[in-house]
């Protein structure tokens, strides 16, 4: 169990490592595309695509969808296994692996029938008279690979009212996100601020927020452990 403490540096460190891990996300996708089709695709901070006419040459490459929440979730998974181990070091730090990946915005993303998970089946198995079907079985995939992290980690709140600690890691991270990397930084790309794609089809936006992500991270990493209240 897990008496979690809200303090500054651990939950600036949480934050921070939350944008790394999504932009690892995106790395994941980019990088998979070009190991399939040889070039850069275009790519903001939370969408991606690859070169035009890879995918209509090499069906294959429809991998590169499923390459990126198969990296969240199987970071998610190891969370909950460190969760459930005996390390109290490594209990912490699972969960704050298992919330900082975001497990609900790939919930909230499948269930209005967007998100990688069911994109790509639509792509793999598209069929207008499908797509229900399609959306209900990407749905259910997403749900089985989350909920079973998500109740670890429910499990593991030691503190009282721990609905609201839950429900704040689970919503809140999300909400960050939102207002930082949608609203926030994809709006400058779209007014055109280092917008010019320079390494890896990556605007320059997006490559100074991923270094800045990592020299704050750097100097925080070590309060992550400090959300656990020492008992």
């Not at 998970?117 to 749905?139: P, S």
């Amino acid at each position: 169990m897990i008496t979690l403490q809200l303090k500054p540096r651990p939950l600036i460190a949480f934050f921070f490592l939350m944008l790394l891990l999504g932009e690892m996300h995106e790395l994941v996708h980019i990088f998979t595309g070009y190991s399939f089709c040889g070039c850069w695709g275009v790519r903001d901070f939370n969408v991606w695509g690859l070169c035009e006419g890879c995918r209509d040459e090499k069906p294959w490459s429809i991998i590169a969808t499923f390459a990126g929440p198969i990296f969240t979730f199987g970071l998610i998974w190891l969370g909950r296994s460190w969760l459930l181990g005996a390390d109290t070091r490594k209990q912490i730090l699972g969960f704050i692996l298992i919330f900082a990946n975001l497990p609900f915005a790939r919930i909230l993303t499948a269930f209005l029938g967007g998100g990688d998970e069911v994109y790509g089946l639509h792509v793999v198995f598209g069929n207008e008279h499908n797509r229900d079907l399609i959306h209900f079985v990407g749905l259910a995939i997403v749900l089985a690979a989350a909920i079973p992290p998500l109740i670890t980690a429910w499990k593991a709140i030691a503190n009282p009212y721990r609905w609201l600690y839950f429900i704040g890691f689970l919503i809140l991270p999300m909400l960050l996100a939102m207002l930082v990397i949608f609203m926030g930084l994809n709006g400058l790309l779209q007014q055109g601020v280092l917008a010019e794609p320079w390494i890896w089809g990556t605007p320059a936006l997006v490559t100074l927020h991923t270094i800045v992500v990592i020299i704050v991270l750097s100097l925080t990493y070590q309060y992550l452990v400090e959300l656990r209240k020492n008992e």
